[in-house]
């Protein structure tokens, strides 16, 4: 039974069926499933699925990687209230896109698979100066700021990832607190992450999840 | 001397001429050209006749652009607040939709040519007609009706309604856009315009699944491209992979040209057009920013290699970043000239 709700959950996200992959979990709910096994046997493999797909070139698109994101965070929004112990927070981000950059999806489905992976995300929203990025991931106790930028000039300008990193280093968190970039222009240009001086770079929402996952237990270390 | 209409002509039929056509987006440019901030360039559309002009001069390339910003169809739609920056594209600064009953409150203006957002580019439009007319394309950037929202609505709200949303306040938004989609292309082309690059990132399967793709991308691109024909079309799906669904769409519509993304395979991308179409091979422009005289000789060549065996091939840029040095661009459309040369070919 448990792989039949693995498979339709995975069928629904692929055809970008929010509705029914809602119902295959709530029909699973019913049926004895505990939200655990919802969450860390359903929801968070899906994602690990869909990164394994991009990474194999297969058939799965913006739309996919959107709706992946949006319903496992509803989803996991909706069970961690009825798990048996509180799940332990994997870690802490700040999230926004870069001075001057106006474009919010990228962040959005970031933000989506981080709360599906425990991992506690403050969203700063768009436009983002540099500075807020570095005392909102101080004030959140963040170990990763991640900056998004769909734009070269916003990616590569002196008030988006260069001027993040220029305070972590003035202010000695550069230990503390790690960098990760996205969006187009680093699709484009694999080495741009290094230019502007980020610590890692994802290639679209859903993998960044993961490469956040590493840049965390790093900060740690 | 040759120009380049003539270049596009004799690619488009598979003939050779000196070289292969080469297209340059030089778009933001021509305000550094001019010694202009970008709102004051765009702010008249002399000045961005100017530019093209000057531009198109000093590099030679081969086409001129009648485009402002993207954000110019949301100005034309009701957009009042467009965001410009010092060195990159200005960008929409207010979402003409933010809820439903925008959507259904959207007025399509009756006559785009009277709209007081597009009296600058067709004054622009009315100098580079006058001034390179029949000798160099003029190109004007059309966004399809699956596209256009993302614009208006912001790409998070249109995709959650594409995905989750009510299907018939979605076909509504998709029916005015394609209606807008005709009267700027019915626009442009009384305006003078030679190519209309049809933007459309939601036709491509980096962008839908292909369920999607097929059940609304293609008949709505029909229902924006039938009426209207698409003489001067070019099918140009933004950064988004074109080689997946060129043949559906060669086999749909007759679009004659196809502008690939950096990431297509060039030869896979010719091999699937196999002659029926004009391919434009796109050159990754941004590292250009950084790379070196002879990284850019090698990217340039690398492409020709793959592009120019059977011909009805193009040399084409992306974006063209503000940034990028115009030592660069000059060592990329140098490459362009001479690895694009039929005779060097030959």
Known sequence: MFAQVIKAYNEAIFDTDRERALKVIHDAVN??????????????????????????????????????????????????PQFK??????????????????????????IGCLNALMINVTDLGLNVPPERFVDEAVAHDAQVIGISSMMVHTARGENGCLKVRRILKERGLEGKIKIIV???????????????????????????????????????? | MITGMQRLAAAASGKASDRIPVFCNLI???AKELGMTLREYYSNGENVAEGQLRMREKYGYDNLWSLFYVGKEAELLGCRKIVFAENGPPNVGEMVIR???????????????????????????????????????????????????????????????????PADVRDILLAKCSDFFRKEITAYRNAGADIFVYSNPFGSTDFLPTKLFAELSLP???????????????????????????????????ISAYYLSPMDD???????????????GVINDIPL????RDEIRREVRRMMDDGMPGGKFIFGTLVMPYGIPEKNIRAMLEAAYEFGSYENWA
């Not at chain 1, 112990?85 to 970031?110: N, W």
């Not at chain 1, 699709?187 to 999840?209: H, M």
């Not at chain 2, 920013?289 to 070196?292: E, G, H």
């Open chain 2, 266 to 280: 060039i030869s896979q991308g010719k091999k699937i057009i196999a002659g029926r179409a004009l391919c434009a």
């Open chain 1, 85 to 110: 112990k509180s799940p332990e927070v994997v870690g802490r981000v700040v999230i926004g896109t870069s001075q001057g950059d106006f474009h919010g999806l990228g962040k959005r489905i970031v």
């Open chain 1, 182 to 221: 996205g969006g187009a222009p680093y699709r484009y240009d694999g080495n741009l992450y290094r230019i502007v001086q980020a610590d890692s770079w994802a290639e679209d929402g859903i993998t960044a999840g993961k490469v956040i996952a590493g840049l965390i237990k790093e900060a740690r270390k």
């Open chain 2, 99 to 165: 809820n439903y009953e925008d959507i259904v409150g959207l007025q399509v203006p009756d006559d785009i040519a009277a709209h007081p957002a597009f009296q600058e580019p067709l004054r622009c439009l009315r100098i580079l007609r006058s001034e390179a007319g029949g000798k160099f394309p003029i190109c004007a950037y059309v966004t399809a009706s699956m596209t256009l929202p993302a614009i208006l609505m912001g790409m998070e709200k249109w995709l959650e309604l594409l995905l989750t949303g």
């Open chain 2, 220 to 254: 709505w691109m029909e229902r924006d491209l039938n009426p209207v024909g698409t003489q001067g079309v070019v099918y140009y799906c933004g950064g988004a992979r074109l080689n997946p669904v060129i043949d559906r769409v060669l086999n749909r519509l007759e």
């Open chain 1, 31 to 80: 049926k004895g499933v505990s939200p655990e096994a919802i969450v860390f046997k359903v929801v968070i493999p899906a994602i690990e699925l869909m990164i394994k797909s991009i990474s194999e070139s297969f058939d799965a698109s913006l739309a996919q990687h959107f709706l992946t994101s949006q319903v496992a965070a509803d989803v996991v929004e909706e069970m961690i």
């Open chain 2, 28 to 30: 933001d440019q021509g």
């Open chain 2, 289 to 292: 920013i950084d790379w070196s």
